[in-house]
């Protein structure tokens, strides 16, 4: 499953040279990346309400164009890995009416308790929850 989210880029997130300042595209990926899970089918809110949080372990962001204010974005986002006990997201980011991205990016992320913040196998503590995960993603890229 792919999901495309909408975003203008605001004044506020420019920098002094007026593009994007570098720091704004792991915020952007969190927008995508909340409406990714909730266009497949439960809002984090509602994961975070069972018990389970999905802590940030690795960032991945590569720039290969500027973006600028009022620019107006697109993000393909894709559930890239899952296992049991981590998954990763790739978002890949375009200005409306262009082709080729402007930038890419990778966030990699545990399965953890919300109480103990210690990780989890998804699989066996919230199979509900791995299961509907499983049907977000392509069977091929998938560790069982």
Known sequence: MITTTHLTARYAETDQMQVIHHAVYPVWYEVARTEFIRKAGMPYSEMEK????????????KYSKTCAYEDEITIETKLSKLTPSRLAFQYTLYKNGEDTPFHTGET????VDRATFRPINM??????????MLTAIEPDTVTK
């Open 50 to 61: 069972q018990g389970v949080m999905t802590p940030l372990t690795d960032l991945i962001c």
């Open 108 to 111: 990699h992320h545990g399965w």
């Open 123 to 132: 699989k066996k503590r919230f199979p509900k929850i791995y299961e509907w």
